[in-house]
């Protein structure tokens, strides 16, 4: 009986586990593009000037924005709102802020100002 209900419980959790990795998921409806990205990192506002070649970007989705934690004491650009340029690249988009951000799963790239600051950033995984 003991191995009867092994049998049972190990083919519940495969059947589990072959539904739930689907092939059909396409990259750009998972958070591919959250994580921490690292390489050239800036920020301006008025007098403040940062700049660091080896800074590092973490970014996160919070429902459908985006939020950029920088290190190296830059402060943080946060609601950030995106559009999907193709299947594995989103743009920001809206009145938040001008300039551009792309991200993919590989790449960060921010050009962007909000209320005077100016944020940057050239970054890789």
């Given amino acids: ?15 589990f586990l072959l539904v739930s990795c689907s092939k059909d998921t396409d990259p750009a409806d ?8 690292k390489g050239e990192i800036g920020y301006t506002d008025g007098e403040t000037n940062i700049s660091q070649e080896n800074g590092s970007v973490f970014v996160t989705k ?3 924005r985006y939020d950029f934690r920088f290190s190296d ?3 943080d650009l946060t609601g950030v709102e995106f559009e999907q340029k193709d299947d ?10 001008t300039g551009v951000i792309t991200i993919n799963k590989d790449n960060l ?4 100002s909000r209320d005077g600051q100016t944020w940057s950033a050239d970054c890789t995984r």
């Fill in 30 to 37: 998972t958070d591919i593009f959250t994580g921490t990205f």
């Fill in 109 to 112: 790239n921010i050009a962007f």
């Fill in 1 to 15: 009986m003991k191995s009867i209900t092994s049998i049972l419980s190990m083919t519940l959790l495969a059947t």
């Fill in 73 to 75: 004491n830059i402060p």
């Fill in 62 to 64: 919070v429902g459908s």
């Fill in 88 to 97: 594995n690249t989103m743009v920001n988009i809206g009145a938040s802020g």
